[in-house]
């Protein structure tokens, strides 16, 4: 707890963002066709010959 308010370790798959309802900062998995490392704050496109599943933290590549 910091300044009265839960603090979160941000997973690898997740971004954080600001969430203005609650004032704090909250996590949501990353969309699909994008990765996130541990603790970012945006998604990172998924590499071209990868793919890229909702909450993946490494692109994958693709079979073939």
Do not use: I
């Amino acid at each position: 707890v910091e300044g009265g308010k839960v603090v979160k370790e941000w997973e690898a798959g997740e971004v954080r963002s600001f969430d203005s309802t609650v004032g704090n900062q909250v996590c949501k998995p990353c969309s699909a066709g994008t990765y996130c490392t541990m603790g970012a704050t945006q998604e990172t496109p998924c590499d071209a010959g990868h793919y890229c599943f909702a909450g993946t933290s490494l692109p994958k590549p693709c079979p073939g």
